[in-house]
Nanobody
Framework: QVQLVESGGGLVQAGGSLRLSCAASGRTFSSYYMGWFRQAPGKDREFVAA???????IYADSAKGRFTISRDNAKNTVYLQMNSLKPEDTAVYYC????????????????WGQGTQVTVSS
């Protein structure tokens, strides 16, 4: 069982930056694939980025060049650094974990945090 708690969301102007954190419980954190998803009002939850236990990463096209996912296995924490934020990045951001692999489909992820709101003003 893995419990995830996100933090770091908030209100920022377009062009600004935020760093989201996701603290995970459990001794097997380092073996889990970790991901970030987001859900805007009226839209489906969509993949943003993910990271393997060894540190290799994958990004949605919307995040490439602006967002960076990283992890600190000693702290059981995964991060999402978001730069050059746009109003269309406004959403609730969710941390997710699973032991099998990286999936764009949210249904394959086993564990979810409660989400943190990110609002980007124009």
């Amino acid at each position: 069982q893995v419990q995830l708690v996100e933090s770091g969301g908030g209100l920022v102007q377009a062009g600004g930056s935020l760093r989201l954190s996701c603290a995970a419980s459990g001794r097997t954190f380092s073996s889990y694939y970790m991901g970030w998803f987001r859900q805007a009002p009226g839209k489906d939850r969509e993949f943003v980025a993910a990271i393997r236990s060894g540190g290799s990463t994958i990004y949605a096209d919307s995040a490439k060049g602006r967002f960076t996912i990283s992890r600190d296995n000693a702290k059981n924490t995964v991060y999402l650094q978001m730069n050059s934020l746009k109003p269309e990045d406004t959403a609730v951001y969710y941390c997710a974990a699973n032991p099998r692999g990286i999936f764009y489909d949210k249904s394959h992820w086993d564990y979810w945090g409660q989400g943190t709101q990110v609002t980007v003003s124009s």
